[in-house]
């Protein structure tokens, strides 16, 4: 293995190849999840635990655990504001001040402050939106998800995007058609053991051999209750995949865009879902125009990739064929904050 910060593939070898590509999404959830992958893998359970924490401690690997769902669990949304040049300092930290806000991040257009809001409920998201707009005197562009065609942050280490998506296609083939997530749909019901186990797997579970084993003892539950309890909160929708967090800057996606499309109501749906099958759209959503905000762009997608004109030819791709409509890039100037959404305050 060798350091991240270096030539990170370099010490990887075919068996990293299909932990760190496959096990992004449906990683064993059984009381000996690393024994399940010995037959795949070839080596003893304690052998595919090594190679784990040392792609954890080379910083390939950020966590073990889920990715959860903000728009189930609560009420989500992302949203910009338009900040004249000498305000902007102290509106970021205005913006920044609350802890529902994960994301913020600068762009280069005239609403220049995006940010990603998430609260218990729709109610205390609108508050909030009312104290920033308050703080601020500005009026938020207020863009909640309607319909989720692709959420992709699987990142291949060893293959390409090309390779995820050629897999993704040919999946697709043997699948039933499902039908887009809207916001609007009714979450279902969580239980106080899903609320607990939530809280505590957000950040990962231990990287040991027995780490569902390990959470039970640490919430005074039985093992099995913590699997089940984990397999609920999937099949529920809260949490959207269990696996290895890559860190997608460590190997090599560093260039990355987010394009706003106006594409017409009734193209929608037809249009989103053939952009979000492109290899290298990781999320691709339909959100609401704002037509009295001057806000005309109904379609968000979100391109990674590890060159920066593999993202200029995808936006040619798109434009070219998939999404013949106006578009705008908005590029990322500023991070203004980035800490992933903490789930207590949406479990209480």
């Not at 697709?172 to 106080?192: I, R």
């Not at 990287?207 to 984990?230: F, K, M, N, Q, R």
């Not at 990674?304 to 590029?331: F, M, N, W």
């Amino acid at each position: 293995m060798t350091d991240a910060s270096s030539d990170w593939r370099g010490g990887l070898e075919d068996v990293d190849a299909i932990l760190l590509d496959e096990y992004q999404r449906g990683f064993p959830v059984r009381q000996a999840p690393y024994e399940a992958l010995e037959a795949v893998t070839g080596l003893e359970a304690a052998a595919v635990l090594e190679r784990v924490r040392a792609h954890h401690e080379a910083g390939i690997v950020r966590r073990l655990g889920p990715v959860l769902d903000p728009s189930v669990i609560g009420s989500s949304t992302l949203a910009a504001l338009a900040v004249p040049e000498d305000e902007f300092a102290a509106a970021a930290e205005a913006v920044n001040g609350h802890p529902e806000v994960s994301h913020n991040y600068r762009r280069n257009h005239e609403w220049n402050m995006w940010f990603v809001l998430t609260a218990a409920s729709r109610g205390r998201r609108d508050e909030i939106l009312e104290e920033i707009a308050t703080k601020t005197g500005l009026e938020p562009l207020v863009l909640p998800k309607r319909t989720e065609y692709r959420l992709d942050l699987q990142f291949p280490v060893v293959g390409d995007r090309i390779e995820r998506g050629e897999r993704d296609r040919r999946a697709e083939l043997q699948l039933e058609p499902t039908s887009p997530v809207d916001e609007g749909d009714e979450s279902p019901e969580m239980t106080a053991r899903d609320a607990t186990i939530l809280e505590a797997i957000q950040d990962g579970v231990p990287l040991s051999l027995t780490p569902y084993t390990d959470l039970a003892d640490e919430l005074e539950l039985e093992p099995s209750a913590v699997v089940s309890g984990i397999k609920d909160c999937l099949s529920k929708g809260f949490i959207k995949r269990f696996g290895l967090i890559i860190d997608h800057h460590t190997v090599g996606f560093r260039h990355n865009c987010m394009v706003v499309w106006a594409v017409p109501e009734d193209r929608i749906d037809a249009v989103g879902e053939r952009a979000g099958r492109h290899p290298f759209v990781t999320k691709c959503y339909h959100r609401p125009r704002r037509p009295e905000q001057d806000w005309e762009y109904t379609l968000f997608t979100m391109i990674h990739a590890r060159k920066a004109g593999l993202v200029d030819q995808t936006i040619e791709e798109l434009s070219a064929d998939i999404v013949p409509h106006p578009h705008q890039r908005l590029e990322t100037v500023e991070r203004l904050k980035q800490t992933g959404t903490r789930y207590e305050r949406l479990l209480e």
